[in-house]
């Protein structure tokens, strides 16, 4: 019986994906696509398929009638993952929001493959301040133990990720641990690290813009984070 269960799961994601598939390329345009590869450094291929068509077509796809288990999620993630097309990534991570709610302990293996595979800052910003945020506000315990391993790890992607996971955090941003994460990254060249610095930095003067300027006055910033920190407040 477990098998056979098994087996009618099996079906059903290939239907899932190979249906979304055929959806995408009834919209292909060799034009758009060309742009968009251009856009992210000839990385990756497209559909040619702007983000608000594709939200348009996804939209049966991630009706919650229609959701697969979220036993299956992780499996989809990847296949999905493992497509030459951009907009199943996109797709990918637009699915995984609708699980938010049902993180489990172990989610953050998922979390940190969708990272480290094609790996660049579109994908990287999708899951590092909603997937990652979530985990480590449900797991508090993980989360300094995956802090040191990512900073530590030399990988970019997992560095901005410890730098950006509290974007949206507001109050609830601990400033202990981000004046931690940029110390241990001060004096690197890494346009897309000293750029997350800036970034966290600014979004947080939002919410604490003293705190902001009285820690952008004391650090030694790269020029580009210093510039991206204050730019709502001088």
Known sequence: ???DYNYFLILMMKDYINTLEIEFMRYADEVNASAQKKYLKNQFEFFGIKTPQRREIQKAFLHKDYLPPKLELATILKECWQKPQREFQHFALDLSYKYLKQI????????????????????????????VAEYFKKFPEQRD??????????????????????????????????AYVIEQLLGTKEFFIN???????????????????????????????RREAIRLMR
């Open 104 to 131: 489990e302990f172990n989610d953050i293996a998922l979390f940190e493959y969708l990272i480290l595979n094609k790996s660049w800052w579109d994908t990287v910003d999708g899951v590092a301040p909603k997937l």
């Open 145 to 178: 133990m995956y802090i040191d391993k990512w900073i530590s790890s030399g990988n970019i992607w997992l560095q901005r990720t410890c730098l950006i996971f509290q974007l949206f955090y507001k109050d609830e941003l601990d400033t202990k641990l981000l």
């Open 195 to 225: 750029k997350a610095i800036g970034w966290i930095l600014r979004q947080y003067s939002r919410t604490n813009p003293q705190w902001v300027l009285e820690y952008v006055d004391k650090t030694a910033l790269d020029p580009l984070s």
């Open 1 to 3: 019986m477990v098998n």
